[in-house]
Nanobody, 122 residues
């Protein structure tokens, strides 16, 4: 069974950086498209970034373009989300998940991890 676990969240000041990790177990990550989403209380989970099985395929939500970078290390079965120039509005629980499609659609994703909290202070 495929399991994903996120880590790397924490408290950071505005303008700072964090790197989130998504470790996949149970199956090699090289066969999966992987996405990062985020959610704040009372709002729907929203797409942040995605990476295809081919590392050249990446996509981002407009609100993180130029600030966040998604990457994968198949040897470590891990997908990363490097977050720079963080803003208070980036505060959320961040989740990773897999999909058989290269997609921004939350409904296409499965094997969700438990999430990691990111808090950006003013």
């Amino acid at each position: 069974q495929v399991q994903l676990v996120e880590s790397g969240g924490g408290l950071v000041q505005a303008g700072g950086s964090l790197r989130l990790s998504c470790v996949v177990s149970g199956r090699t990550i090289s066969t999966y498209n992987v996405g990062w989403f985020r959610q704040v209380p009372g709002k729907e989970r929203e797409f942040v970034a995605g990476i295809g099985v081919n590392d050249y395929n990446t996509m981002y939500a407009d609100f993180v373009k130029g600030r966040f970078t998604i990457a994968r290390d198949n040897a470590k079965n891990t997908v990363y989300l490097q977050m720079n120039s963080l803003k208070p509005e980036d505060t959320a629980v961040y989740y990773c998940a897999t999909t058989p499609f290269y997609s921004r659609n939350r409904d296409h994703y499965r094997n969700w991890g438990p999430g990691t909290q990111v808090t950006v202070s003013f």
